[in-house]
């Protein structure tokens, strides 16, 4: 496949306001989609640009999706999305599989979190259960739950069944909350993923599985997070209506999370891909774009039936890893403001691969950085809570700029019923570390009256690191992808304070 010249920046074609088009490699086959006003689209590299295209041209791919957060990524951008109703890729679900986003509506007003002792309480009592950073797990939490290896086991075979919750102490009614509350095998069963699980046992693939157990109900690294939050409720009749359905309480306390499968599914994909890299390479199989990181594997074969099976397992461990982090947080707001509620709003993945209905057939839909967006009357909805308003998206921003609660439109078609899962990074992290201002990042935060858990901010973590968040979401609004509900205000993040204060 050919590859862009050095120093030359692959050409958009603008289609709208906030669409264009990139031909796809030798302008054959359907162009890729571009979601982004001229700012977003002109702030897309080159590097980006020729991972898209790379991916575009790849074996099976009938479509490709930059949403206005892409950047550059792990064999495809963060913030795209591939179709293939042939053909299954790892590199574009990434090294954390289903990583997601959730959100817990408490019933405490504003005021309850005014004050900074209790919110440096509420932080307090989320760290005694929650544990932060990179390898960390329930050694960490004293009041954490305590899971053996054989309730993880359950946890990633089952998902969020009725057993496992009623262990973990999660909710029942909570898994109704999920945009998928469990995940089968490649045949549609739980004992290919028991099986599966056991043959990786075996193959020794987990040095010490139990510690990896253990990370249930923790925050990783990197752009890992909680953030409670004040919602704030557009005021047109739409957004009250879809808020009330969603069960949004506007003027009061919320807690937002992002993070996904932490080591256990780390482990899974990277295994995956060390995996199909050798067969490639004993097979004689070209890559795509000469990009390691873009192998591939034909459904129906054993190496597709392997991924979907540790996808699966992946996934429903990010389910119950969110879920418990959720019970964790309002079992800590309790304690610290007795007599509060909560419940939780929606969970929702952004690195995952799901067999969905696109252009009338049957394909597997990969979204790396990207989240569902299903409007009212989406034939996946029927029959859910959210059959007549589109399900909750949930997308982060910045502690700054905020975060928002949208609920997808009709024109959500055109990037395949997705959008981006944020704001996208503009700076790399070692740019970040290296070129950013410690002081001005945390008197940004110390003005905007938000805390945090770390001595100092992240610099990589900085808002200051990401796309501008108010012309991202314009530029979903803009295209006709989704319209936001509420916007949410932090008061206080949890990072891996660790990493920040080293």
């Given at each position: ?186 045949d549609g069963s739980a004992e290919a993923l028991e099986g599966r699980l056991e043959r990786l046992i075996d193959a020794e693939l987990f ?77 004689s199989i070209p890559l795509p774009g000469d990009d390691r990181e873009l192998v591939y594997a034909p459904l129906g074969t054993p190496e ?199």
């Open positions: 496949m050919s590859k862009v010249e050095p120093g030359k920046r692959p050409e958009i074609v603008a289609t709208g306001e906030a669409t264009g088009l990139l031909p796809a490699p030798g302008d054959r086959g359907k162009p890729i989609t571009v979601i982004g006003t001229r700012k977003i689209r002109d702030g897309f590299d080159a590097g980006c640009l020729q991972q898209a295209l790379n991916a575009r041209g790849a074996p099976g791919v009938t479509d490709l999706v930059l949403n206005p957060d892409a950047h550059l990524g792990y064999g495809a951008p963060v913030g795209c999305v591939l179709v293939s109703p042939t053909h299954i890729y790892p590199g574009p679900v990434g090294v954390d599989i289903k990583c997601s986003m959730s959100l817990l509506q408490l019933d405490l007003p504003a005021s309850a979190v005014r004050d900074k002792p209790t919110r440096r309480a509420l932080i307090d009592a989320i760290l005694e259960r929650t544990p932060t950073g990179p390898g960390r797990g329930q050694r960490q939490a004293r009041k954490s739950r305590k899971i053996n290896e054989y309730l993880g086991k359950r946890a990633a075979i089952e998902g969020a069944s009725q057993e496992v919750c009623a262990a973990l102490e999660i909710p029942a009614e909570w898994a109704g909350c999920c945009e998928d509350a469990f995940h089968l095998g490649h040095r010490d599985l139990g510690e990896k157990f253990r990370q249930l109900g923790s925050y990783g690294g990197g752009n890992h997070f909680g953030e409670c939050e004040i919602v704030q409720v557009n005021q047109d009749e739409r957004a009250r209506k879809t808020a009330d359905a969603f069960g949004l309480k506007d003027g009061c306390v919320a807690f937002l999370s992002h993070c996904g499968s932490r080591g256990f599914g780390n482990i899974l994909a990277q295994g995956q891909f060390r995996a199909l890299q050798r067969k490639f390479a004993e097979w597709a039936d392997d991924y979907l099976d540790d996808l699966a397992l992946g996934a429903n461990f990010a389910t119950l890893n969110h879920l418990l982090i959720n019970a964790l947080v309002l079992e800590a707001f309790q304690e610290v403001i007795p007599g509060a509620q909560g419940r939780l709003v929606y969970f929702i993945s952004h690195n995952i691969a799901r067999e969905e209905i696109v252009g009338g057939r049957k394909c597997w839909v990969h979204r790396k950085g990207s989240t569902r967006a299903f409007p009212a009357g989406h034939p996946a909805l029927k029959g859910t809570h959210f059959e007549t308003t589109g399900h909750p998206i949930l997308l982060p921003g910045n502690p700054a700029a905020g975060s928002v609660v949208m609920v997808a439109d009709a024109g959500a078609e055109k990037s395949c019923y997705s959008v981006n899962h944020g704001a996208g990074r503009c700076m790399g992290r070692k740019a970040a570390t290296r070129e950013l201002n410690q002081q001005k990042i945390d008197q940004e935060l110390e003005e905007l009256d938000i805390l945090s858990n770390c001595r100092q901010y992240p610099k990589d973590e900085a808002p200051a690191a990401y796309k501008d968040f108010h012309e991202v979401l314009r530029s979903v609004e803009t295209a006709g992808l989704a319209t936001t509900v509420a916007k949410l205000k932090a008061r206080f993040v949890i990072k891996d304070s660790a990493q920040a204060d080293d």
